[in-house]
């Protein structure tokens, strides 16, 4: 059984499910994507992503029309695996179709190259062997990465920043993806004590520190795992 939390990009809703292995991920059509397949080597009891990934799915799985196999999607911070400010950690990122063909992949690639569904699709020099895509939303901190969160945001991001504070025991009381006073005093505390501007958002210079020192560190005691 999985705790399943979708960000509603269009309203700033954030909705919770509880479904099992076999239960397809909430908003994708049919059995596309189960979420089982969506977790694939996470550990985790909870996962997230955005209604938006999953409308950029189904725009993606119509067009090519048979079955996409993917190996990695979902991953919390702590467990790594993936790059600094991966999408992956935030659940919008997909990488699909190390089981096929060489020329499955790039009418893959294609396909989701040119619905211009998706925020990024990876160059394929980049990715011989697999496709990648994921869907953003929010402008980067940095010139890649993650938005800029604050007090009253909402989502994704919301979630990693809470995630990776909890897991170097700056505890943020929940992982509910909702940036209120408890979020916010953990990550004051996290930046007077890291030499950064302590005014409680989250920017370019925090998040660059934050997700160095939280990337693939491992479960620690104090991670929230509900």
């Known amino acids: 059984m999985a705790k399943v939390i979708v960000y509603d990009v269009y309203t700033q809703a954030l909705q919770v499910y509880r479904l099992n292995e076999s239960d397809p991920m909430p908003y994708a059509y049919g059995r596309t994507m189960l979420i089982g397949e969506f977790r694939g080597s996470s550990g985790s009891s909870v996962l997230w992503t955005t209604n938006a990934a999953m409308?950029?799915?189904?725009?993606?799985?119509?067009?090519?029309?048979?079955p996409i196999p993917f190996r990695y999607a979902f991953?919390?911070?702590?467990?790594?695996?993936?790059?600094?400010?991966?999408?992956?950690?935030a659940g919008v990122a997909f990488d699909v179709g190390q089981a096929l063909s060489s020329a499955q992949r790039n009418r893959i690639w294609n396909v989701a190259n040119n619905l211009g569904v998706w925020s990024y699709v990876e160059p394929q020099s980049m990715t011989?062997?697999?496709?990648?895509?994921?869907?953003?939303?929010?402008?980067?901190?940095?010139?890649a990465g993650y938005p800029v969160v604050r007090s009253g945001s909402r989502g994704i991001y919301v979630l990693v920043l809470q995630?990776?504070?909890?897991?170097?025991?700056?505890?943020?009381?929940?992982?509910d993806g909702a940036f209120g006073n408890n979020t916010r005093n953990a990550l004051i505390s996290y930046q007077r004590n890291n030499g950064l501007t302590a005014d409680g958002i989250a920017g370019c210079a925090t998040w660059t520190r934050l997700v160095n020192e939280a990337v693939g560190?491992?479960?620690?005691?104090?991670?929230?795992d509900p």
């Open 55 to 66: 409308e950029a799915w189904n725009a993606t799985r119509r067009t090519y029309g048979s």
């Open 163 to 175: 995630d990776a504070l909890n897991a170097l025991g700056y505890t943020t009381y929940t992982l």
């Open 217 to 224: 560190i491992g479960k620690t005691s104090t991670v929230i």
């Open 75 to 89: 991953k919390r911070i702590w467990e790594g695996g993936h790059g600094r400010q991966s999408q992956h950690y």
């Open 128 to 143: 011989p062997t697999w496709v990648h895509f994921d869907k953003r939303y929010g402008r980067p901190a940095c010139s």
